[in-house]
C-alpha cells in the first residue's frame, strides 16, 4: 500500500476516532507528506522504514533549522501514524515508539497590557464601511477577549449558542471537547446588539431567496462563516487604528492576554485551564510568570523587611 494510501486512511481514521480538527488534520498531512518525501529520496517507504531511519529523519529536521515545536508536531504524527498502522496490522512493530521527542522551547506567550486591549475594543466599535460591520467587529473582540476562545471556535459559533442573552456560551473546542465560558457584561451588551443586526440582515437574505445561516458570524463563502483568515486580517487592521503595532496582534495575542489578565488579577491556574480548554494543565502554566511577578509585587508590597527604610535585626 502505497504512502499517500497509509496518510489518507490515518486521516480518516483521525477524523471518525478522535474527531480531530480540520487544522490539525491539516497540519498532519503536511507532516506525513514531508517525511513521505523524505523516506521517498531513499528509497523507502512508511511500510519499510526502521527506527534508525525515523531518528535520521528527524536529525534532518534539526538540520533544517526547524523549530523544537515543529520537530516535537512532526514525530508526533509519525508516532501516531505508527500506531495507527500497527493496529490496522500493516505492521508488525512501531519503530518509532521508542523515540523521544526534542521537548519544546519555553517562551512566554506574546500578549498585551489592558490598555493596549482597551484601545483595540475601542478601534473595533470605529472600524467597519457599515453600522453592521461596526457591531460584528465590536462583538468579535469583545467575545475573544471575555472568553478566550480559539480564533476558529469563536468565527464558527452557532447563532443558537447566543440566543436568550446568554451569561455563559457553549463552545466546542478541539476533539470536539465542549465547555462552558462565561461573558462579561460589555460582552453581552455587543452580543445583544450585533444579535439584532444580524438577524434582520438574515431576514433580508431569506427574502431574497438565501437560506438562513446557522452561524453567529455568517459570511457568504464556503464555509459558511466568517474565515479565520478574513479576522486575522480585520485584527491587523484594527490595531492601526489603535496605534499598535500589527506585529503585536493577532487573534491568538488576545486569548493570551485573556488569561494572563485573569491571572494577573488574582485568578486560579486551574479555573484558566479550563476556560481556555487546555486538556493539560502542564499546557496553561506558560502563564505561571505572572504568577512569579504577582508573589514578587505581593512580598515586596507586604513584607516588613521589604518595606524602605526598614532596618533588618
Not at 479576522?231 to 492601526?240: D, G, H, N
Request: glycine residues 6%; aromatic residues 6%.
Amino acid at each position: 500500500m502505497s504512502d499517500h494510501r497509509w496518510i489518507s486512511a490515518f486521516l480518516e481514521a483521525a477524523a471518525a476516532e478522535q474527531g480531530a480538527a480540520t487544522n490539525t488534520q491539516l497540519a498532519y498531512g503536511r507532516d506525513l507528506r514531508d517525511f513521505s518525501d523524505w523516506l521517498a529520496g531513499r528509497n523507502l517507504a512508511f511500510a519499510r522504514a526502521k527506527r534508525a531511519d525515523v531518528e535520521a529523519y528527524l536529525l534532518h529536521c534539526d538540520a533544517q533549522g526547524l523549530a523544537k515545536s515543529t520537530r516535537a508536531r512532526r514525530l508526533s504524527a509519525i508516532k501516531q501514524l505508527y500506531r495507527f498502522a500497527f493496529d490496522e496490522g500493516w505492521r508488525p512493530d512501531n519503530p518509532a515508539i521508542q523515540i523521544s521527542g526534542p521537548g519544546r522551547d519555553k517562551r512566554l506567550p506574546k500578549t498585551l497590557t489592558e490598555d493596549e486591549v482597551d484601545r483595540l475594543l475601542t478601534a473595533a466599535r470605529q472600524t467597519g464601511r457599515s453600522w453592521g460591520d461596526r457591531l460584528r467587529n465590536t462583538c468579535l473582540m469583545e467575545l475573544l477577549y471575555a472568553t478566550g476562545m480559539r480564533v476558529s471556535e469563536l468565527v464558527s459559533l452557532p447563532v443558537a449558542a447566543a440566543r436568550g442573552d446568554p451569561r455563559m456560551l457553549l463552545v466546542t473546542g478541539k476533539g470536539g471537547k465542549e465547555r462552558l465560558v462565561p461573558l462579561s457584561p460589555p460582552a453581552r451588551a455587543a452580543l445583544a446588539d450585533w444579535l439584532a443586526q444580524r438577524d434582520a440582515d438574515d431576514a433580508r437574505a431569506v427574502e431574497n431567496g438565501a437560506a438562513p445561516s446557522r452561524f453567529l458570524f455568517p459570511s457568504r463563502g464556503k464555509l459558511g462563516h466568517l474565515t479565520r483568515h478574513r479576522f486575522y486580517m480585520l485584527i491587523k487592521e484594527l490595531a492601526v487604528t489603535a496605534g499598535i503595532s500589527p506585529d503585536k496582534v493577532t487573534p491568538h495575542t488576545l486569548r493570551h492576554a485573556f488569561a494572563t489578565h485573569l491571572l494577573a488579577n488574582g485568578a486560579d491556574l486551574r479555573a484558566i485551564q479550563t476556560l481556555l480548554g487546555h486538556a493539560d494543565v502542564a499546557t496553561t502554566e506558560i502563564y505561571t510568570h505572572v504568577l512569579d511577578e504577582r508573589l514578587r509585587a505581593l512580598v515586596l508590597e507586604h513584607h516588613p523587611l521589604a518595606k524602605d527604610g526598614t532596618d533588618t535585626p
